[in-house]
Structure formats: structure tokens, C-alpha cells
């Protein structure tokens, strides 16, 4: 038996009704006690004891929607994000240095650039990557990973002609002659991401393939994250979990949302479930539309702005029903990507459709992102119960690009204190490497709505302090039906903390990003620390 006392800290326990705590016993992974001081070195005597110096303890953060291998396979791609390269020569050069590191067989790969945040104001061209990257293939990702450029050599690879009609679920880019510009959005941008990603995963020995899931593991634990659910899980990538899990190698509690075609898959293999208490496949993804900053999240009228369509749905609502009724009835907690009113609404039909019985929502079926739910479909999500897993990040990091794309209904997207009043749970989540899986990002957005332009968007929107915690904590906790283990600092819960050098519930929001991150813990065990506090333990 392992004791520890943690003491001489801060501790916002997130407990609905507790009173004020000054010392936490952790025993053998889990939280024994947390209360007055006295009491709780009086309970372990023996205790190994830790004192923290005023900093403050947090329950560990969760994100509730991020995509942890990609963040690991995009660590070793150019990064072409705003404002690093805030320009097309910069991504060429990018591009360039990625070409020399990538080996032969492996696309060129940089990522992370915003259109409307490059000086250009508009996507680079296949011309400007063969420029760069002449005679192989390159790709670069659009930072929604709902988009990219391809290169000549990587078009024809991907079997891409000029002549070639825009394929289902997708579109190209053309110039004026109608030839393809190498841009790429949505159905055929995802299946060359999971066709490299898959191919390169395979290239990867053993090693490798741990090395990107413990590089995306120690990049998540220094920003204070313990858990976190991956949206885009399948066969491949979950293969590197389950090696990284069983070597120990894992720095978070991963709940996998396995993709909808890898489901036969799944069960086949017998692989549904918790595989250990840092590995779980309970819920199935599904994507009913595109992306907001990419414009093809399918929406009702026509977007102000490039491509000027109404976006893409991927399933009518019939056949989306049919899927949400099977997974429900093989016991899944179902996950589907929503982001334009379109593509909420058919969510909602279907969701209503599965859960006509009126039990509620046992299973927790989430709506991911719900970034235009817009007053009545909120509505209608909260009667049946919907948990909405959202991303406040967004705000600061593409809300100058929903301004320009929605228009007068800009202070109405991702209305998170008017979804909470209506009655749904929303939980909080980055969608990294979308944008930065920093939570305290999230949380500073949450209360303050600020475009990286200094733009308000939905004032009557903010948050308080502490439900923009919530959102990384209980709620978090809840959307992964982990509320009895994790979320809270509770006696019986898992020993899940962060400490921070700072206290965010008194913070000034806006300097809530630049709280340092002292030590992250899980289940009892320091996973990250930039200091001395549990040096030996
Ligand atoms: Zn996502």
C-alpha cells in the first residue's frame, strides 16, 4: 500500500457540496481523503508527505474531443499554422525542410494553415507546393483537417484528374480554366489523411509507432489533460494505443471513439470495452457534415464567403437514423460531428427517432461541436437529453473566420450559457490538432469570447470561471460516463490532478493561458512536471 498526503495547496475540488480542503490523501491510485488538513495527515500517519507551497490543485483535465495519434503523426509534420508562417513563401520553406527529414515513400506532409490568416487571404496553390516540392508528393492540411492542398505528384497518386467531376461528400478547388488548383475538401481530404496516416503507422516499427502515441501523451500531459477521448479511432491507431498501454506508455486515460466502419471490425475482435484504466472503446463517431472553418458545415441558405455552398451532409436522415438505432441497440454510446443548423437538425431527427421510448438519453449519445445550434434546435437537444462536446477554443483560434462565414448569426454560434440554461450538458474539448489542445485556452475563451482580432463573439455567451472549468472536469467526465472515477476531487475517485502555479477561478481570464503547469498526475503518479514538488515520487 501506497500512501501519499498532498498538503499546503489550493484544492477547487469541483465537488458539488464540498467544504474547503487543504490536505488530499492519495492511497494506492486513488483519493482516500480530501478535507481540513489535520484530519487528513491524522487518517495516514505513516503517509509519505507532499507540500505544494500555495499552488493550486485542479481534478485532472479532460478533453473531451481531441485526436491524440494525430496530434502524435502531425508533431513530425511542417507546421504551416498562423501566425508562424504567415505566409506562402514561409510554408514553401516549411515545406522544403519537411521534404529533406521525409523518408522516400512518405508524402511531404506540413499543416495548420488558415486561408483567410495568410497574408495571400486565400489557399496556396498546387503550383506554389510543386514549387516547393517538385517530383514527389506533398500535402498540406487545412487547420480544420476538413481541407488540404495536394501537389502534382501527390494529385496523381491520389488518382486526381483535371476533368474529374467533384466526387460524393467532396469538392475541388479549380482555377479559371477548370483545372484542379490542389485544394481538396472533405470525403476524398479524409481518405487520403487516414490512407497516409494508416500507410505510415505501417512503415513505423514498434518503436516508432509508440514513440508518436508517447509523443502525443507527454504533449497533452503538460498542458495538465489526464484524459482524453480520441474522435477518429480505428483499427491502426488503435493498435499503437494498445502497444503503448501494455508497455505503460500511455499518460492519459484514453476513451476511443471508434469510427463507424471500423465497428464489424471491433466486435469481431472482441475488442469492445475497457481494455485496462487507461484504455476504453464504448462509443462509435460519426460525421454528419463538414467543418465551420473549412465552410462545409452544412447549413440552411448559402455561406457569404468561398466555396459559397451550403456545405456537405453526408448521410440523409434516414439512413442516418437507421445507423444511430443500430449502434444504440448494440449498446453504443453514439458521437456525431454536427456543425452547421442542416446537419444539427438531422441529428436531432435521428436521435429522436432512436430514443422515441422516452427514457431519456441512458447512453449519453453526444452531439460533437454543435457549433450552430442555434435557439430552437438547442432546445430540442436539451428535451432529449443530448450531451454537446464542444470547443470554446475555437473562438479565439478561427472565430475571425465563422465572423466572416455566418454572418449576423455570428453571436449566436456555439452558444455554451444558452445551451446550459436550456439544459444540456456540455462538455469541453480542444478537436486538436484542429487548434492547440491547450485547455486553459478553452477555458479563458469560455469566459471571454475574444477572435485572435480582439472581436466579442455572443457577449450574452460568456461563461463564469467556474462552469468554463466544469466544462474540462465534471462535465468532461460525464459526456465519457467516467463522472463515479474522474471530473472531481472526490474520496474514492481516481487520484487524477493538475497542479497549477495559479488559482484560474481567480485569475484575470485573460491571463488564465499563462498558469503554469507545475505537475500532472495520474492515478497517483506524476506524468509530467516542470517542477521539484514530486521529484522521486
Ligand atoms: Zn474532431
Redesign the pocket.
Known sequence: MTELVVEDGVFVTMAADAGPAGAMLIRDGRIAAIGQAEAVRAAAPGAAVVRLGGATVVPGLIDA?C?VADVGYLAAAADCSQPSAPEIATIQARLREAADRTPEGSWVTGSGYAEYELREGRHPTRAELDQAVPGRPAVLYHTSLHACVLNTAALREAGFADRQPDPAGGAFGRDSQGRLDGVVYEAPMFALFERNLRRDIARMGAGARAGLVRTAGQRLAALGLTSACD??LRRDTFGAFAEADAAGLLSQRIYGLVVHDQVDWLLAAGLRGRHSDRLATEAVKIWADGGMSSRTAAIHGTYPVPPHGSGILYFERDELTEMVRDFDARGFQVCI?AQGDRAIETVLDAYAATLAGGAGNPRRHRI?HGGAMYPPLADRAAALGMVVVSQPGFLSALGDGFAAAFGDRRDQLYSFASWQRAGITVAGSS?AP?ITPDPLIGIRDAILRRTSDGRLLGPAERLPARDALALYTTRAAYACHRESETGSLEPGKLADFTVLDKNPLEAEPGQIPGIRVLATVLGGTPVYQSSDIFRGR
Do not use: F, L, Q
Open positions: 474531443h485526436h474522435a477518429d460531428h460533437e478537436d484542429v
